[in-house]
């Protein structure tokens, strides 16, 4: 029985996977103009589909409610007029960002006249995996068509409903713009197996992207041959070095701990060099204590901030999502550095100092996808960056580190301009 | 037995892996001048060893002419003095070349005053894994050494004495140039085990390289659990649009499908647009034979080209190698891509055109790592494209298409500089 599904769910996979890849070949040609009245014509779609959108999602918000989920869980899937209005002004602010598909770059001469360069272009057809919030179908499929992909996207079956009828929208909205057909496709089951089989296509799927929990990426990871851009943990570090001006330090530190903490940008550990150590631990101690935080410290920072607790080694590795920190007092500059790479989850480190080639130095030698210097962990994010809309934020170290946006979603190709050049 | 095997072998693995991952933090802040003087201190340390270099290599040598490997194997086994000192000069070109880890680029201002891009970084520790000559054991090291990479390297059984002198040699030599020992590090037994086990040592090692036959690299793939980058078939196609040039067509045809067959970017596949193909086939036809080349061609080909033979279906999918094309008249521009993405392996495309329009759209609507214009299909390779040098020719979609040098054996991480600024 179980083979019988699987078959049929590969089946499946293949017939979606084949009208994909021919949406893909249109999708890599289609001028920005089409592509982006197709993202109007989406928003407009949402706009003017609003009750049947939301009477769509009242069925998974009952199902939500009958299976027990969380309040926060049931309000996460929620679709309301606010949020329908939400979701098209997401669509619309793609629509002022640039088309990177076929930008041109690093072109140079070769001797014998040949000019080489880069040209970026779609990486071909994206898999989607993610949870709960709807809203994810409109962004994952816009930002995919946008950067000349296609998309299959596969939702959670809590907002089955919802996903369904916003995909079929934003299918029908960009098809009538003149987008290709199949341009976003949607698994249309909530069958386990679909998953499997979209994880094997490997002929009709170039990337896969999770998003969502650890469970979710661990299984996507271990069953994928498709190569995956993940998504994990953020146990992030600010290090406040000797040289660090101590009301940036504090601001910083309070503002990557407490500004939001259940996100994966959020600071978790707290490294202080010891020249500073006696004047900076017991303002930052109670700076945060103020914001409710529980500080897991060392031995001198349990002497310095009362009201400390002991950490322990795996306090060192740990992302808390909570109102806690775990802190350590450093001999050095590069006990920082070596404790960040060995203990850190490579995500985002910052900085605190004043001198400028450790600042540098500290750019080069910490192995994580973003490094700030003398900013809030808190800003390593597709929106603050600039990247006007993310996908997710990839822990990989090919291909993409960190947010990943409309760039990030194309690759290079090598193209050539000859004027009937052959090779000796 | 292979249990324990296994085990040893994967105990081997996380020492080397341990030992290069520390190695790595070294390299990645390591001064482009004490790499530079590394990769010197390797060429003069093989020009001062080559008697040694030629006794252990005569050892490799004795025993494949024992195992009755083909003369051609045996031969491109064999260090001589000139080869020895074509490796050291091979070294002492990538000193020239330019360093790209550190590199910062595309760096933006932000609103509120943070400065955002990306610094070019090492991706790590990468593992390779290749076959018979014992140069790419000198090329690959001091590649990944000069990109700020530590190296795990796996050569074939029948060059073991070859890459452990010459991986010995360049180990100390970097070392005693001040760069971190175990940079350059051989699995040094000929157990197949150990490819196994380099494969699971996801902990220690960022991504692996085959460089090799197809059923080599059809094995890491499957069984790594590291992201791999292939290197994959070339069946090349050169299509000549309705407004080329005649003499380039010849030309770049020519030279396309003969000038070099056993590599993978040879052209093995010929388009000809149908309003040309009168006055065209049976030119080319003609100067492909007087070169030896065999033609497989569909009906339209065959009555044009006296002495071709009828293509298969399974002829548009080949990668011949050898003196022979499979060569197809097709009624419109549009078949011609349609036909490359269909049954191309979309390693290396040229068009022959005059039609500026269509040269712009073929470069957009090939998904082919290499895509030229007017130019052979030849000039798809590090050193005509002027990378200086090449770790391979990738055929993954992610991270690096086409020629990989020292750029595409580096990451991008993002970094921001700040004056204390937290997010509201």
């Known amino acids: 029985m179980t083979t019988a599904t699987a078959m049929n769910m590969d089946e499946m996979l293949t017939e979606m996977g084949k009208r994909a ?44 409610e009958e299976h027990g989920l969380t309040k926060a869980a049931v309000d996460r899937l929620r679709l309301d007029d606010k949020r329908i209005l939400a979701m098209a002004g997401a669509l619309r602010e793609l629509i002022a960002l640039p088309d990177p ?65 916003l995909a079929r929208l934003m299918n029908d909205a960009a098809a009538g713009a003149g987008a290709p057909d199949g341009a976003i496709q949607l698994i249309q089951t909530t069958d386990r197996e679909a998953v499997g ?63 939001r903490t259940g996100v994966c940008n959020a600071a978790e550990t707290l490294l202080v060099h010891r020249n500073i150590a006696d004047e900076f631990l017991p303002r930052i101690g109670k700076a945060l204590q103020e914001k409710g935080v529980e500080i897991r410290g060392d031995a001198s920072v349990m002497e310095l901030v009362p009201g400390s607790v002991a950490a322990t080694e795996q306090d060192w590795y740990e992302e808390y999502l909570d109102l806690i920190i775990a802190a350590k007092v450093v001999d050095s500059y590069e006990e920082a550095v070596e404790f960040i790479n060995h203990y850190g989850s490579h995500h985002t480190e910052t900085i605190v100092t004043n001198d400028h080639k450790r600042a540098m130095h500290f750019l080069r030698a910490i192995d994580s996808a973003c490094v700030h210097i003398n900013a809030s962990t808190r800003f390593s994010d597709g929106g603050e960056y ?39």
Chains 1, 2 share one sequence.
């Open 101 to 165: 598909v076929g930008e041109i770059e690093n072109v140079r001469t070769r001797p014998n006249g040949l000019r080489i360069g880069h040209m970026r272009s779609p990486i071909g057809v994206v898999g989607i995996i993610y949870e709960s919030r709807p809203n994810v179908t409109a962004d994952a499929g816009a930002l995919c068509l946008k950067s000349g992909n296609a998309a299959i996207l596969r939702g959670g079956s809590e907002a089955f409903h919802s996903n369904r009828i």
């Open 21 to 64: 890849r021919t949406a893909s070949r249109a999708l890599a040609v289609l001028p920005p103009a089409v592509k982006n009245a197709a993202l109007e014509a989406m928003a407009a779609a949402f706009e003017s589909h609003r009750a049947e959108i939301r009477a769509e999602n009242a069925k998974d918000v009952a199902g939500a």
């Open 197 to 259: 089989a979209l994880l094997r296509a490997d002929q009709y799927v170039d990337v896969i992207i999770p998003r969502g929990g650890k469970p979710l990426i661990e299984r996507v990871t271990r069953d994928s041959i498709i190569p995956v851009i993940k998504h994990l943990d953020g146990n992030c570090t600010v290090y406040v070095d000797e040289t660090a001006n101590l009301d940036d330090a504090v601001r910083i530190t309070v503002n990557s701990k407490t500004q």
């Open 386 to 424: 600039g990247l006007g809309a993310e996908i997710g934020i990839s822990t990989n170290k090919l291909h993409a580190r960190g947010p990943m946006g409309l760039r990030e979603l194309t690759t290079a190709k090598w193209i050539v301009f000859g004027e009937g050049q052959v090779r000796e």
